[in-house]
């Protein structure tokens, strides 16, 4: 499995592999605003259907990231400042459907996002479960 991070990581540094040369929307700053907005609100079981597979995306701080999100549970990641790792992955039916993740790299702590449709169809504005602040938006590049 190392074998499948280091080669997602070597994409991703050299820009290889990426979808399109599409830029990220602007999302709302908060789900309140994205509710405001009209954008639908993606339920576990829409979540389930659609998120897993290659996704690419970009975070709060900026970084592009990469995660491979495979049916077992288990994440590979990288982003574009060299971290790479595993982790797990699972779409949950709590406060109306979210992912959560653990990273290695973060020492397995849990972290669960909410997700709205953004309005090009293609992105998903995810922000966190217990702030309702934004903090990623997301794009699937390979099905699973």
């Known amino acids: 499995m190392s074998r499948r991070v280091w080669i997602l990581a070597a994409l991703l540094s050299s ?12 999302a709302p700053q908060s789900a309140a605003q994205a509710q405001e907005q009209g954008l639908q609100r993606l339920d576990a079981d829409t979540l389930r259907r ?10 709060l701080k900026g970084e592009l990231t990469r995660q491979e999100l495979l049916p077992d549970g288990k994440l590979l990641y ?26 290695d790299f973060q020492g397995g702590r849990r972290f669960c996002t909410i997700y709205y449709a953004a309005p090009d169809g293609v992105h998903l504005f ?6 309702q602040l934004w903090r990623i938006t997301t794009r699937r590049i390979e099905a699973r």
Not at 50 to 59: D, F, H, K, L
Not at 126 to 131: K, R
């Open 15 to 26: 820009g290889v592999g990426h979808a399109t040369e599409q830029t990220f929307p602007v």
């Open 50 to 59: 659609i998120y897993g597979g290659v996704r690419e995306a970009q975070n």
């Open 78 to 103: 990288s982003n574009d400042k060299g971290v790479s790792g595993t982790g797990t992955w699972s779409v949950v039916d709590e406060d109306g459907g979210m992912i959560c993740r653990t990273f």
């Open 126 to 131: 995810g922000y966190n479960a217990h702030d």
